[in-house]
């Protein structure tokens, strides 16, 4: 770990066998955690909680004072949660009086140029392609992954399991385990391969399929979709998560599908 070419205050709690490369930057009140390696020309500033075996790639800042003008100064941090890859020139700014906090879970991958903005929450086993940039305040549950080039509307969740097309202006909240695509953005299926990669069976994802049929193809608005899907499906956790998703939903949820792309596979 002992870099002289590298800056590291005096007051940084860093574990024993973590390596830091030449020109890198940590600020105090910081702590990284076993085995993380921090390439060069690395910036980590003050707030900063790192987990184990992460990997931190050239450019990337951590932990800068989050972009908001009503920011006024309070000590707010930004978790790094553990085997996460952060790429090169990737950003996360720490949270404000909203969250106290930026979180990046376990297992994540943020390619080159990915931003996430003050008072994020990025679940574990999430990817996010290049130049990914993420407003304030958006959530991003477990598993989720989101094309590059993607921009993400302040205060959009993110479901579980759900997969964005490259490019999408996401304004509207994505529920779990859909895919989703096209301007405006709109439902298109579901993300069955990535829940057979994950040990979903055939039947769990049947499942799925029929409850988004209700929501999306039935020809109801979603109170009464919801309604039915609770009438006519037997509870289930994913059952339940999808219900409490839609209807605790902030923005309100993106369209069903129209004509021109298959919405039922």
Same mark, same amino acid.
């Given at each position: !770990?002992?870099?002289? &070419?590298?800056?590291?205050?005096?007051?940084?709690?860093?574990?024993?066998?973590?390596?830091? $490369?030449?020109?890198?930057?940590?600020?105090?009140?910081? $702590?990284?955690?076993?085995?993380?390696?921090?390439?060069?020309?690395?910036?980590? !500033? %003050?707030? #900063?909680?790192?987990?184990?075996?992460?990997?931190?790639?050239?450019? %990337?800042? /951590?932990? #800068?004072?989050?972009?908001?003008?009503?920011?006024?100064?309070?000590?707010?941090?930004?978790?790094?949660?553990?085997?996460?890859?952060?790429?090169?020139?990737?950003?996360?700014?720490?949270?404000?009086?909203?969250?106290?906090?930026?979180?990046?879970? #376990?297992?994540?991958?943020? !390619?080159?140029?990915?931003?996430?903005?003050?008072?994020?929450?990025?679940?574990?086993?999430?990817?996010?392609?290049?130049?990914?940039? &993420? %407003?304030?305040?958006?959530?991003?549950?477990?598993?989720?992954?989101?094309?590059?080039?993607? %921009?993400?509307?302040?205060?959009?969740?993110? +479901?579980?399991?759900?997969?964005?097309?490259?490019?999408?202006?996401?304004?509207?909240?994505?529920?779990?385990?859909?895919?989703?695509?096209?301007?405006?953005?709109?439902?298109? +299926? /579901?993300?069955?391969?990535?829940?057979?990669?994950?040990?979903?069976?055939?039947?769990?994802?049947? $499942? /799925?399929?029929?409850?988004?049929? &209700?929501?999306?193809?039935?020809? !109801?608005?979603?109170?009464?979709?919801?309604?039915?899907?609770?009438? $006519?499906?037997?509870?289930?956790?994913?059952?339940?998560?999808?219900?409490?998703?839609?209807?605790?939903? +902030?923005?309100? /949820?993106?369209?069903?599908?129209?004509?021109?792309?298959?919405?039922?596979?």
């Amino acid at each position: !770990m002992n870099q002289p &070419l590298a800056y590291i205050h005096p007051q940084a709690k860093i574990a024993q066998n973590v390596v830091v $490369e030449p020109f890198t930057t940590i600020d105090k009140d910081v $702590e990284i955690g076993e085995g993380t390696w921090i390439g060069p020309n690395v910036t980590i !500033m %003050a707030g #900063a909680r790192i987990g184990k075996n992460c990997k931190i790639f050239p450019g %990337a800042v /951590i932990a #800068a004072m989050p972009q908001d003008l009503k920011f006024a100064g309070e000590k707010t941090t930004v978790h790094i949660g553990d085997n996460t890859v952060i790429r090169e020139c990737v950003t996360v700014n720490r949270g404000t009086v909203d969250r106290l906090r930026t979180v990046v879970g #376990a297992n994540c991958l943020l !390619m080159a140029y990915v931003h996430v903005a003050h008072d994020c929450v990025i679940g574990d086993n999430c990817v996010l392609a290049n130049a990914v940039q &993420l %407003a304030g305040h958006v959530e991003i549950g477990d598993h989720a992954i989101i094309g590059g080039t993607s %921009a993400v509307h302040q205060f959009v969740k993110v +479901g579980p399991h759900a997969m964005i097309s490259g490019g999408s202006l996401v304004r509207k909240d994505v529920p779990p385990f859909v895919k989703a695509g096209r301007e405006p953005l709109t439902y298109a +299926g /579901i993300n069955s391969i990535g829940l057979r990669r994950r040990g979903y069976s055939d039947q769990k994802i049947s $499942e /799925i399929q029929q409850l988004y049929r &209700l929501l999306f193809l039935g020809g !109801m608005n979603n109170n009464d979709a919801l309604d039915k899907i609770e009438l $006519e499906l037997a509870p289930s956790p994913e059952r339940d998560e999808v219900v409490n998703f839609v209807r605790n939903s +902030g923005r309100g /949820i993106i369209k069903g599908y129209s004509r021109g792309g298959n919405g039922a596979d």
